[in-house]
């Protein structure tokens, strides 16, 4: 044969099979993308960073519940597919801004839940926002947190809305002239507290008898509640998280100090009961979530979260619950897994149906709804009335 006629025939064939490859592969491309809009699944990789070691190991565990459990409804649902990537934070800055990095360098992660404290999220929220990266706190309540930047939300209650609705419903039961403080100095979401607590008293004309301060593990508090006890308060505020919180309790009604306390966010947790029992008694507090709602979503969340996790969920299982519904509702609004896209989304979140309420975001990202006031009776947490 023709040496020129075998190149031309053995040319034809290569070019022939390179066509059918480079069809069979539209071919490949066009089907999945056909199915993939048929149906209409938008699945996203986001991360969360939460408090899962260490001494506030019960925020993390409470929040991190509330988001497997709101994943498992969401993902059965079959709209959106959300695969949650979790790093600890062990409470600490320098660990949850190092965990932030990670899930921000992965360009899968389009999203990010947490971390869990406020000060956490004052080193973590810019990174986010610098990077683009979506990210909500479930549980940071200090002031300033979504004005951190465009990209920055929140769905739970700041102390600047939660303490003064506390005290107003103090003052419609109780005689309120002069108040002590009483908070932790070295965290900025205790002392946010403080400062909110200050104001608040301003605003309403009380006298502030004491302001006395306290660190991170501490464990006497004697001084503190002496001089407290001495200047007769009607009512105690006090910023703290649960650990010290509930010893500070404890410690004040061993000594004979038996008028109410009002917290912020960090006390309301049923860690306070289990730590402090009857001496918990007489706390108030403010907040988003309260189990004995007689609503049926309420009563179906606690009745799952039960079953699943053998105790009934508290604020911050209920707080990240909702905010992964959020999430899901924006991935939906936003159609695609696109970071961009998702913060637009989140933006526009208008009275969504949650199971702490009618929830929507403000122009800064920040939670708009109305909080319930409890008080910790006979060993429970009970709508303050």
Known sequence: MNKKLVVS???????????LAACGGDSKESSTEKEGQASGVVEADIGVISYISGPGAAYGEAITSGFKLAQEEINSKGEV???????????????AL????????????????????????????PEADINGIPIMGTSTTADGIPQ?????????????????????????????KKVAILYGNDDVFTTSGYETMKKTAEEKGFEVVATETFQKGQSDYNAQLTKIKGLNPDIILCSALYNEGAVIMDQARKMGIEVPFIGGNGFNSPEVIKIAGDASNGLIVATP??????????????????????????????????????????????????????RDALAEIKDLEGILGKFSFDKDGDVVMEPTVLVIEDGQFKEFK
């Open 148 to 176: 951190i930047g465009d990209y920055v939300f929140r769905n739970s209650i700041p102390e600047s809305l939660a303490i003064p609705a506390a005290v107003d419903k103090a003052m419609e039961k109780y005689d309120v």
């Open 289 to 342: 979530w309260y189990g004995g709602k007689e609503d049926p979503k309420v009563q179906e969340f606690v009745s799952k979260f039960e079953k699943e996790y053998g105790k009934k969920p508290d604020q911050f299982a209920a707080q990240a619950y909702d905010a992964l519904y959020i999430m899901a509702e924006a991935l939906k609004n936003a159609g695609e897994a696109d970071r961009d896209k998702l």
């Open 81 to 95: 597919k959300i695969n949650l990537v979790t790093e600890d934070s062990a409470g600490k800055q320098d660990q």
């Open 98 to 125: 190092s965990a932030a990095q990670k899930l921000m360098n992965s360009e899968e992660i389009i999203a990010i839940l947490g971390p869990t404290l406020s000060t956490e999220m004052n080193v973590v929220g």
């Open 9 to 19: 025939l053995r040319f034809i064939a290569l070019f022939s099979l390179l066509i």
